[in-house]
Nanobody, 116 residues
């Protein structure tokens, strides 16, 4: 089992920044892929960004150049730095862990609201 706890969401004006954190109950250097997903009201959950054990990153086109995913193995924490936020970034953001040969694990989500 892996527990994931997100924090850092909130209300911000368009153009502002937020940093999300995801604290993981397992040593994250053992987890093959971790990522951030989001779900807006009435929409399906979508990929935001992923980072591999080797720190290879991948971003959705909608956030590329504005968001940065990172991981601190010493703190067992993954981050999502979000800059130049837009109203369309409003969603619940979820932390995801994908260990090898195990099911996906999800956090409880943190709300991000961007006002225009």
């Amino acid at each position: 089992q892996v527990q994931l706890v997100e924090s850092g969401g909130g209300l911000v004006q368009a153009g502002g920044s937020l940093r999300l954190s995801c604290v993981v109950s397992r040593r994250i250097f053992t987890i093959n892929v971790m990522g951030w997903y989001r779900q807006a009201p009435g929409k399906q959950r979508e990929l935001v960004a992923t980072i591999t054990k080797g720190s290879t990153t991948n971003y959705s086109d909608s956030v590329k150049g504005r968001f940065t995913i990172s991981r601190d193995n010493a703190k067992n924490t993954m981050y999502l730095q979000m800059n130049s936020l837009k109203p369309e970034d409003t969603a619940v953001y979820y932390c995801n862990a994908r260990p090898t040969l195990e099911p996906d694990y999800w956090g409880q989500g943190t709300q991000v609201t961007v006002s225009s």
